[in-house]
């Protein structure tokens, strides 16, 4: 357990993991899965969130999973945000489990894409999505390059 300031109030932290198969969870590359409790001041209702990694226990051990847990703003301001402009995420209204997974797994790719392309950009101003989209507009080519020519 790990008592720590998270803005301004004191929080109870303690995680529990165990190592996991994928299909255990139907989640590609998932190889561990944590229990969070924590609970913000004496009288909070304790919270329980489920984590899941796809770096083994040897290397990543449950203090730095824990540690890295805290780090949560990075992906909601990261890739959540990427998503949910570029491909209005949140609005989808879609249910068939095939079908979210199909969009899911191309958002991503196309996040990925358009990452690597903008770190290529020598002007920031330019590092925009919709640069992208009309660098790629009726050019299918140029996104076949990149995945052909990614490197490693």
Not at 4 to 27: K, M
Not at 50 to 76: I, M, N, Q
Not at 89 to 102: A, C, N, P, S, T
Not at 126 to 145: C, V
Request: with cysteine; proline share 4%.
């Amino acid at each position: 357990m790990k008592v720590e300031d998270n803005r301004s109030r004191r929080e109870r932290r303690a995680l529990v993991t165990r190592e996991i198969e994928p299909a255990q969870l139907g989640l590609a590359g998932a190889a561990q899965i944590g229990c969070l409790h924590r609970q913000s001041g004496k009288d909070a209702k304790l919270e329980v969130e489920y984590l899941v990694t796809s770096r083994a226990a040897a290397k990543l051990p449950p203090e730095e999973f824990l540690h890295t847990d805290r780090d949560y703003w990075g992906v909601e301001s990261g890739l959540h945000q990427r998503l949910d402009c570029s491909g209005f995420e949140d609005r989808l209204r879609v249910r068939h489990k095939g079908v979210v997974h199909i969009l899911g797994l191309f958002a991503r790719v196309g996040v990925a894409l358009f990452v690597r392309w903008a770190q290529t950009q020598p002007l920031v101003r330019e590092r925009t999505y919709p640069n992208w989209r009309e660098w790629n507009s009726g050019h299918r080519w140029h996104i076949i390059r990149q995945v052909i020519e990614s490197p490693g």
